[in-house]
């Protein structure tokens, strides 16, 4: 590029030189691709598939391209006893007798002993307990907190999961962590408000008892500093009928993502599977009453319009998919059978439903621009190889999940290796549709723009 005091030459053009600036911005304007908010708002539909209980070494750890199972080192693999000694052999899984009982300490491939339609015991994933698990980074005492010992350290195939083909097709992520330390209620909560909910002057019966330095004592679903950690049941319908009142969690006055989309005018929905009969007093037998987060809050209580209008039956998801309905936000929670929950479900079972779903979306009229997240609660206690960032000491996240993006606008074949977290789905909501944050985690959330072709 040459130029004198009146003219630049660029290539065989002469052009004005007061005239370079605004040439110059639009030849970065043009290159630039870091920064995709204008096309974002292509997205119409945010469709959020809420899965349970599976680390993402579990069910990922063998898919090409990603950080898996070859990946881990002898140091985050081996398990420590009590002593700090690793074990000679795993410790024994309790309640099956499927498994052998001197499984190397090492991962071990679940499918051959028990195959990935039956149900397996459930795997220990408490607000504490993983903590402990994860020891400051280590990730070697998944074995050692937990009531199903070994089994912690087991994985499926990644070949045979029904999900693998959307795997392969769309975005996987293989660096996104639960937001919150422990189960499921504490991580609905998360992806709701990207907060935990309180209980003042909770029972004493309910609230955990620590050492001076902070180690667990007696366990509880309430911390001694007021904040509700694990499996409780809210105030308002449908909580189980053998719940005593005064362990109900009173109703949440804080902000959740419902109340930003509501105040833009966006349409939302939670969708759960068994809802309808939850709410007329017949659950399904495996209805989860802690895992309908919005039920916990005083804009959704009994009787409110709100709770009405946005809290539904799976049933008209699938519905509204077929129809091109659906609203600009949907979360779907399936009932327990299809959610993937080791005890009650199974990986099978759950992810054969999920790819319906899936399929009801994209064939769907609203296909065209929808965006589908489908992602984990929370890792159910199975060992993965990553450490967790560190972001919040008290909160969180912890360990990996498997998350899949699904979409148009989707990288194809693609493995995000970007570092995110449940509440990144937060953040890109906030973005689409220009939401206030609800506090500084989702604020500085990283949105999950990466995975996708803006």
């Known amino acids: 590029m040459k130029s004198n005091s009146r003219y630049l030459k660029i290539g065989a053009l002469l052009v004005p030189a007061i005239g370079i600036v605004a040439i110059s911005a639009a030849f970065i304007s043009c290159k630039n691709k870091s920064n995709p908010t204008p096309d974002i708002n292509k997205v119409g539909h945010v469709v959020v598939i809420y899965l349970e209980n599976h680390s993402f070494d579990n069910l990922y750890g063998q898919f090409a391209g990603a950080n898996g199972l070859s990946n881990a080192t002898a140091s985050n693999i081996t398990q420590l006893d009590a002593n700090g000694k690793a074990y000679t052999t795993l410790p024994a899984i309790p309640g099956s007798s499927a498994f052998p009982t001197n499984l190397p300490n090492n991962y071990f491939n679940i499918d051959q002993y028990v195959p990935s339609g039956t149900e397996t015991p459930d795997v220990l994933h408490r607000y504490y307990q ?30 045979l999961l029904p999900l693998l083909g959307m795997a392969q097709k769309y975005t996987l992520c293989d660096n996104f962590f639960h937001s919150a330390f422990g189960g499921s209620f504490l991580n609905h909560q998360w992806l709701i408000a990207a907060a935990s909910p309180v209980f003042p002057n909770a029972p004493v019966s309910m609230v955990a008892k620590l050492d001076g330095a902070g180690n667990v004592i007696t366990d509880g679903a309430v911390t001694p500093d007021g904040f509700v950690v694990n499996t409780s049941y809210t105030v308002n319908a449908p909580h189980p009928a053998s719940a005593k009142p005064e362990t109900l969690v009173p109703n949440q006055t804080s902000a959740t993502i419902g109340d930003r989309l509501n105040d833009k005018n966006v349409s939302w929905v939670w969708y759960s599977g068994g809802w309808d ?161 609800l506090n500084d985690r989702d604020k500085n959330a990283n949105a999950m723009l990466n995975a996708f072709e803006f």
Request: hydrophobic share 35%.
């Open 277 to 437: 009969n939850a709410l007329a007093g017949k659950p399904d037998a495996n209805f989860q009453f802690h895992h309908q987060p919005f039920a916990f809050f005083k804009n959704y209580a009994d009787g409110t319009q709100l709770k009405k209008d946005h809290l539904k039956d799976e049933t008209e998801f699938i519905a509204a998919a077929k129809a091109g309905t659906l609203p600009s936000v949907s979360f779907v929670k399936p009932l327990g059978d299809f959610n993937e929950h080791p005890g009650y479900s199974t990986v099978l079972a759950g992810e054969n439903h999920t790819v319906e779903l899936i399929n009801n979306v994209l064939n769907g009229p609203n296909g065209k621009d929808a965006v589908i997240i489908i992602t984990y609660d929370e890792n159910g206690g199975f060992w993965d190889h990553v450490a967790p960032p560190v972001i919040d000491k008290k909160w969180g996240p912890g360990t990996r999940v498997p998350t899949l993006i699904i979409s148009p606008f989707a990288k194809k074949g693609y493995v995000d290796h970007t570092q995110y977290e449940t509440i990144s789905i937060l953040s890109f909501i906030e973005k689409r549709w220009s939401l206030q944050p």
């Open 130 to 159: 993983e903590q402990m698990q994860i020891d400051g980074g280590k990730m070697d005492k998944f074995a050692l907190y937990n009531n199903t010992a070994g089994l912690t350290m087991g994985y499926y195939k990644t070949s």
